[in-house]
């Protein structure tokens, strides 16, 4: 299961490579995602320093998914990740209202970047197993995100913990990637 199953639905043309960029402020549970799409262990995660890099071949099809680490200090060094991604994946941790707008403004500096123009845009609303969590529909309002006019874009409610809505967020990436030509 997990990213192996996206990858036999991505896979349209041998050696296919598609580039997901997993963004989101520190303690989001980006890397959580992506340790739990993997399929790996995710009971000893500590903060990314730096980056994760996670790459799967399966059929002819390699997926490279980039997990960068939220802390301010790494935020400014998150442009030299944007060239050639197909999907940029937005971790918010639903229950972290006092740091709602912190990511709010990170998100549309993210919207604003040239080189992911037109990319299409998947946000997990995290942590939804907290009761403290706001509901995707509550996310979308409070980032304005019906106001997007120029990618496709999603929020898919998520728990990091117990992969819960992780699928259903894949299976949106492999309905609306946009392979870009290399």
């Not at 935020?75 to 060239?83: D, L, S």
């Not at 050639?84 to 604003?112: G, M, Q």
């Not at 809505?165 to 309905?175: E, H």
Request: charged share 25%.
């Amino acid at each position: 299961m997990g990213l192996l199953s996206v990858l036999r639905k991505l896979k349209q043309s041998p050696e296919q490579e598609v580039r997901l960029l997993l963004l989101g402020l520190d303690n989001a549970g980006k890397t959580t995602v992506l340790k739990q799409l993997a399929a790996e262990d995710i009971r000893h995660i500590t903060p990314t320093q730096g980056f994760n890099l996670k790459s799967v071949q399966s059929s002819g099809f390699k997926l490279n998914v980039w997990d960068i680490g939220g802390q301010r200090k790494i935020r400014p060094y998150w442009k030299n990740y944007f060239e050639n991604t197909d999907v940029l994946i937005y971790v918010i941790d639903s229950s972290d209202k006092k740091r709602f707008e912190e990511t709010s403004l990170e998100l549309a500096e993210l919207l604003e970047e040239t080189q992911l123009a037109a990319v299409p845009l998947l946000i997990f609303a995290n942590k939804q197993d907290l009761t403290t969590a706001m509901t995707a529909s509550e996310l979308a309002e409070g980032l304005n995100l019906h106001m997007i006019r120029d990618r496709m874009w999603q929020v898919q409610a998520c728990s990091a913990l117990t992969a819960e809505g992780l699928q259903d967020g894949m299976t949106w990436v492999c309905r609306n990637v946009t392979i870009r030509k290399k």
